[in-house]
């Protein structure tokens, strides 16, 4: 029954290195979403894709990139990780033409040390 | 976009009813209204959605009046499980990036 799925659980990366998650989706959703969650600053939006080879910045894209190569899977990309991006990372696709029910994957709790 | 204001935090106890109230005073004729819960180190889950007068699942009912400046989430008889943090969503459901702007979400703590 798993909608969402997000390619790690738990990651530690050092500073600098090159970070890629990855999220995938099996229910054909046009709509995919990349999100932080910090304490404090609840969930806040990093970049959205509504299509292949779609993208938007959320509210926060600075230090991101993504990838929309295909349908199913739409990938954040920490191109030179830092500490200050130590967070849990949430994929997120939403039903229908971009509303009703948004299924979320598990989360991946990332440390750069 | 609509901006939605909810309390920080509620505490119950169980088999009460309990009630979020959410404020969402410059909603838009398109915008629907949408509730989650997430519980710690999880994603948030889909709880409901309305855009008018009331709609009630199997899980919780929303009220929302005829100016939908407000909405409220009922949650029947909670339990334990039922402690987590409660997102209100307002945003054009046919405008994905619009749709899922979360706020600072209601921390409910159900006691025993």
């Known amino acids: 029954d798993v909608k969402v799925t997000q390619s790690s659980r738990y990651l530690v990366k050092r500073t600098g290195e090159k970070v890629f998650l990855e999220c995938v989706q099996d229910?054909?959703?046009?709509?995919m979403f990349w999100y932080r969650q910090d304490p404090g600053l609840g969930l806040r939006l990093i970049y959205f894709?509504?299509?292949?080879?779609?993208?938007e910045k959320g509210d926060i894209p600075e230090g991101y990139s993504v990838s929309r190569e295909k349908k199913e899977r739409f990938s954040l990309i920490l191109e030179s990780a830092s500490t200050n991006q130590t967070s849990m990372y949430l994929c997120?696709?939403?039903?229908?033409?971009?509303?009703?029910?948004?299924?979320f994957g598990q989360g991946t709790r990332l440390t750069v040390v | 976009l609509a901006k939605t204001t909810q309390p920080i935090s509620m505490d119950s106890y169980e088999g009460q009813e309990v009630n979020i109230t959410c404020s969402h005073n410059?909603?838009?004729?398109?915008?629907?209204i949408t509730w989650y819960q997430q519980f710690p180190s999880q994603g948030p889950r889909f709880i409901i959605q309305?855009?008018?007068t009331k709609v009630t699942n199997e899980v919780a009912s929303l009220f929302i009046p005829a100016d939908r400046k407000s909405s409220t989430l009922s949650l029947p008889r909670v339990s334990l499980s039922d402690t987590a943090v409660y997102y209100c969503?307002?945003?054009?459901?046919?405008?994905?990036?619009?749709?899922?702007?979360f706020g600072g979400g209601t921390r409910l703590m159900v006691k025993p």
């Open positions: 309305g855009y008018k």
């Open positions: 229910m054909d959703h046009e709509n």
């Open positions: 997120a696709s939403p039903g229908g033409d971009g509303g009703g029910e948004a299924f």
């Open positions: 410059n909603i838009a004729t398109n915008d629907y």
């Open positions: 969503l307002v945003g054009d459901i046919y405008n994905a990036g619009n749709m899922l702007t």
């Open positions: 894709s509504y299509d292949v080879k779609m993208k």
